[in-house]
Nanobody
């Protein structure tokens, strides 16, 4: 089992920045690929960004490319999402996820965090 705990959400004005953090514990070696998803009421959870174990492979949804940056610190078992130039449409609950591979992460992640709310005001 892998446990994921997100932090860093909050309220920010449009154009502002937030940094989300996700702390992983447990059998993290079994699901080394990590990423972020988001969900708004009435919509399906959508992939935002993913990163492989080495950090050399990152992937982003088109809607956040150039504004969001995913990174990780394996010594701390942590993954981060730096969100810049935030827009009201970025408002959502953001979830950390972990999986054995990037393909699995983007479709059916093995593990989820509890989510953290991000609200961007106009």
């Amino acid at each position: 089992q892998v446990q994921l705990v997100e932090s860093g959400g909050g309220l920010v004005q449009a154009g502002g920045s937030l940094r989300l953090s996700c702390a992983a514990s447990g059998r993290t070696f079994s699901s080394p690929v990590m990423g972020w998803f988001r969900q708004t009421p009435g919509k399906e959870r959508e992939f935002v960004a993913g990163i492989n174990w080495s950090g050399g492979g990152t992937y982003y949804a088109d809607s956040v490319k150039g504004r969001f940056t995913i990174s990780r610190d394996n010594a701390k078992n942590a993954v981060y999402l730096q969100m810049n130039s935030l827009k009201p449409e970025d408002t959502a609950v953001y979830y950390c996820a972990a999986s054995p591979s990037m393909v699995v992460l983007r479709t059916t992640p093995a593990y989820w965090g509890q989510g953290t709310q991000v609200t961007v005001s106009s």
